[in-house]
């Protein structure tokens, strides 16, 4: 599985911005699907996840309900909403397939390239 992210992009804390992840392969639908981000300075950590049928989720305590995780597998994408955006959400943002919703939290497969997100104060 190959993902290619984009979406990133500049935007004033309060704001907005939808990142996708368009997935290749005929086999998207079988892979949970992950979003990670890693600040400057810091470790990659796991933001949110959605399993192959998009009928659960996962986010880390500090994206609960601000973002939202979502799939269309006639698309082969999985999207990221990020609302209400802060300073502290900069960082690139990557992509992930695993075969599960617990491996893709902790040991991906597969990752994307990553698209930076800045948000300014």
């Known amino acids: 599985v190959q993902l290619q992210a984009s979406g990133g992009g500049l935007v004033q804390a309060g704001g907005s911005l939808r990142l996708s992840c368009a997935a290749s392969g005929r086999t998207f639908s079988s892979y949970a699907m992950g979003w990670f981000r890693q600040a400057p300075g810091k470790a990659r950590e796991f933001v949110a996840a959605?399993?192959?049928?998009?009928?659960?989720?996962y986010y880390a305590d500090s994206e609960k309900g601000r973002f939202t995780i979502s799939r269309d597998n006639a698309k082969n994408t999985v999207y990221l909403q990020m609302n209400s955006l802060k300073p502290e959400d900069t960082a690139v943002y990557y992509c992930a397939a695993g075969r599960g919703t617990s491996s893709v939290r902790t040991r991906p497969d597969y990752w994307g390239q990553g698209t930076l997100v800045t948000v300014s104060s």
């Open positions: 959605i399993n192959w049928s998009g009928s659960s989720t």
